[in-house]
Structure formats: structure tokens, C-alpha cells
């Protein structure tokens, strides 16, 4: 059974940045595509970012691009999302995600349903 483990979230201040990391148990290749996803109670759950390791192309919501860096590390098997400017509507709980189905990368965080998901990590981003 495939596990991902995310860490790196906590409390900033509003333009602050925080790093996120999720690690693959196993090959992180052995994925098609990954990607972050956030979710605020009450509201469904956002594909953030999203990254094919077929081709390396990435996807950003609007929301966060040109603030938001999606990356990965094979030699770790570890994806990692820079965040930067926060805002406080980031506040959420970001969950890592992972598919061995071949999904582009925009298609992985706007409509695939990934069969691996992480535990989540609260990131909360006060004024």
C-alpha cells in the first residue's frame, strides 16, 4: 500500500512562506502524476498545484500562481510546494496526492480522483 507523508505546515503571518513536503514510500516515479490539494471546512476540496512525472509539466490553480511553486526530488522521493505571499484565504488543510493512472497535470488537480492520499497538514495564515 502506497504512503505519502506530508509535514511543513504551521502557523505564518499573512506574505509569509512556508514549504511543504510530501514523501513517497517507494519510487515517487513509479507515479504518473501528483499533486496538492487544500480543503477548508465546509467547502470541497481545491487541486492547488499539480505535477506530471511523465513530462514534468505543472499546474497552478489561479489562486495561487505566481506564488505557489510546485517541484520534486526522485532521489528522495519527495514533492515539495513553496509557498509564498501568503494570503489568509490559504488557510486550509493541504493534503499530498498521487495516481499511477498516466493523468496530465492539469487534469490530475481538476478532475482525476488519485488513489493515494496523504494525511493533511494544517497551514493557517493570520494577519
Known amino acids: 500500500q502506497a504512503q505519502l507523508v506530508e509535514s511543513g505546515g504551521g502557523v505564518v503571518q499573512s506574505g509569509g512562506s512556508l514549504r511543504l513536503s510530501c514523501r513517497a514510500s517507494g519510487n515517487i516515479l513509479d507515479y504518473h502524476a501528483m499533486g496538492w490539494y487544500r480543503q477548508v471546512p465546509g467547502k470541497e476540496r481545491e487541486g492547488v498545484s499539480c505535477?506530471?512525472?511523465?513530462?514534468?509539466?505543472?499546474y497552478y490553480a489561479n489562486s495561487v500562481k505566481d506564488r505557489f511553486v510546485i517541484s520534486r526530488d526522485s532521489a528522495t522521493s519527495t514533492m515539495y510546494l513553496q509557498m509564498n505571499s501568503l494570503e489568509d484565504e490559504d488557510t486550509a488543510v493541504y493534503y499530498c496526492?498521487?495516481?499511477?493512472?498516466?493523468?496530465?497535470?492539469?487534469?490530475?488537480?481538476?478532475?482525476?480522483?488519485?488513489?493515494?492520499w496523504g494525511q493533511g497538514t494544517q497551514v493557517t495564515v493570520s494577519s
Open positions: 505535477i506530471s512525472n511523465r513530462d514534468d509539466t505543472t
Open positions: 496526492a498521487a495516481t499511477r493512472w498516466l493523468t496530465p497535470a492539469r487534469a490530475m488537480c481538476r478532475v482525476h480522483r488519485p488513489e493515494a
